[in-house]
């Protein structure tokens, strides 16, 4: 199980703490509309805390190390711009 090397915490405990800054305290009907928005691509805007953390950038690494191409070059050019570089750099 992967863990935050800033707090120890194990990395879904530290995403969905961070997530309910985003949908208000989680239940499954703010997670059914939030996942609605992903899927309908109505994101609302998530703020660094949550998208730009350790456990955020190990899982980030493992999607594009084993499954390359499936982030687009658009996507990635995002994910630095908003975290920084070296967030997608293994």
């Known amino acids: ?48 805390s949550v998208e730009c953390t350790d456990c955020t950038k190990q899982w980030y690494n493992i999607i594009t190390t084993n499954f390359p191409g499936v982030v687009s070059s658009d996507a990635e050019q995002n994910v630095s711009d908003t975290c920084g570089s070296d967030f997608v750099s293994a």
């Open 1 to 48: 199980m992967f863990r935050s090397t800033s707090n120890n915490t194990l990395c879904p405990t530290e995403f969905l703490t961070n997530l309910q800054t985003v949908t208000g305290t989680l239940s499954l009907t703010n997670l059914q509309t939030f996942l609605g928005q992903v899927v309908n691509s109505q994101v609302p805007t998530i703020p660094k």
